[in-house]
């Protein structure tokens, strides 16, 4: 169930300290080549590959799912994880803020998470 995924993959981003974790909805937009977007930054390349590797796994782990296709692995300054209805984003934080990614689908409905200590809030 995609709402599991979405949880395993935000929890994965949370379990290494990734800031701002936001799935984006693309649904019903329509137009897009994905079902979500999520989408996390970091403040350092050390941290960006830890939080990327932890999504990895845990996707493997607990849901068995692997990406299609990874992108930036080899830089760490934005890291794409193609799960096919799912890609993640993992960002180093000056690049989140340059792209804005957020600011281009801000039609679509976001979701942000959290710590499962701390509520998670909608926006929009």
Same mark, same amino acid.
């Given at each position: 169930m995609? +709402? !599991?995924?979405?949880?395993?993959?935000?929890?994965?981003?949370?379990?290494? #300290?990734?800031?701002?974790?936001?799935?984006?909805?693309? *649904?019903?937009? /329509?137009?897009?080549?994905?079902?979500?977007? %999520?989408?996390?930054?970091?403040?350092? +390349?050390?941290?960006? $590959?830890?939080?990327?590797? $932890?999504?990895?796994?845990? %996707?493997?782990?607990?849901? /068995? *799912? #692997?990406?299609?296709?990874?992108? /930036? %692995? &080899?830089?760490?300054? @934005?890291?794409?994880?193609?799960? /096919?209805?799912?890609v993640?984003?993992?960002?180093? +934080? &000056?690049?989140?803020?340059?792209?804005?990614? &957020?600011?281009l @689908?801000?039609?679509?409905? !976001?979701? &942000?998470? #959290?710590? *499962?200590?701390?509520?998670?809030? #909608?926006?929009?």
């Amino acid at each position: 169930m995609i +709402t !599991h995924d979405l949880r395993v993959m935000a929890d994965a981003m949370l379990d290494k #300290k990734a800031q701002d974790v936001v799935d984006i909805d693309l *649904r019903p937009l /329509g137009t897009a080549i994905t079902d979500h977007f %999520m989408i996390c930054n970091a403040d350092s +390349t050390t941290n960006v $590959n830890a939080i990327a590797d $932890n999504v990895i796994e845990k %996707m493997r782990t607990e849901v /068995g *799912r #692997k990406p299609f296709r990874m992108q /930036g %692995m &080899e830089n760490n300054f @934005w890291i794409i994880l193609d799960y /096919g209805d799912i890609v993640a984003h993992i960002f180093l +934080t &000056e690049y989140r803020k340059f792209y804005r990614l &957020e600011d281009l @689908w801000a039609d679509a409905p !976001h979701k &942000e998470y #959290k710590d *499962r200590k701390t509520p998670a809030k #909608k926006t929009q």
